[in-house]
């Protein structure tokens, strides 16, 4: 079964605070992804990546950063927290382009 | 407009009943996967389809590429079926495209 751990699991950060959320899987996966959830509605991808020490922009990038140092890790870093961002996110992985996704439990993050 | 669109966005079913869930694609979709975000959060992979049918227990699923749509039929629903139930396109590029959800209330 496909492990993707996320951390912290949940946070409440200040506006204007830097925020980094991780994410580490298991599977041997090339593919890792960040995606975010509004309260009512599908997921989102933000960034994405298919190697170590390169990231791309999915559909929402404004104001988020992501790293990506080995293949395990996966970071999604928020420079200056906005109200904006309170969402829970998701991190996932997938072998390849068009293979199957799995998920993380999720991060959700209040700024306040 | 929606390039996944899910139908019903919100369903009550009785326990022991059975329903269908429905994905229409308007875009190209080479894979389509089904979640189901249970009330805790959690995202677990229900199918993976190429187009054909899968079934496991209770759960059926479809894909159609032809005709640009997926269903998910559930047999004899049980209250741990509740949950919001999402299905994802694979394009033909990096990304999964997510539908909205269909939110499922199963009463006992």
């Known amino acids: 079964e496909a492990a993707v751990t996320q951390s912290p699991r949940s946070k409440v950060a200040v506006t204007g605070g830097k925020v980094t959320l991780s994410c580490h899987q298991t599977?041997?996966?090339?593919?890792m992804y960040w995606y975010r959830q509004d309260t009512g509605h599908g997921l989102r991808l933000i960034h994405y990546s298919y190697v170590a020490d390169s990231t791309e922009k999915g559909d929402i990038p404004d104001g988020y950063k992501a790293s990506r140092p080995s293949q395990e890790n996966f970071s999604l870093i928020l420079e200056l927290a906005s109200l904006s961002q309170t969402a829970v996110y998701f991190c996932?992985?997938?072998?390849?382009?068009?293979?199957?996704?799995?998920f993380g439990k999720g991060t959700r993050l209040t700024v306040v | 407009g929606d390039q996944v669109k899910q139908s019903p966005s919100a369903l009550s079913l009785q326990e022991g009943t059975n329903s269908a869930l429905r994905c229409n694609f308007s875009?190209?979709?080479?894979?389509v996967q089904w979640f189901l975000q249970n009330p805790r959060g959690s995202l677990m992979n229900l199918f993976y389809?190429?187009?054909g049918t899968k079934e496991n227990g209770r759960l059926k699923s479809t894909f159609n590429s032809k005709e640009s749509y997926s269903t998910l039929h559930i047999r004899d629903a049980q209250l741990e079926d509740s949950g919001t139930y999402f299905c994802a396109a694979d394009t033909n590029a990096y990304k999964v495209i997510f539908g909205k959800g269909t939110h499922l209330h199963v009463l006992p």
């Open positions: 599977n041997n996966h090339d593919y």
């Open positions: 389809l190429v187009p």
């Open positions: 996932a992985s997938s072998d390849s382009a068009n293979t199957e996704v799995f």
């Open positions: 875009i190209a979709t080479t894979t």
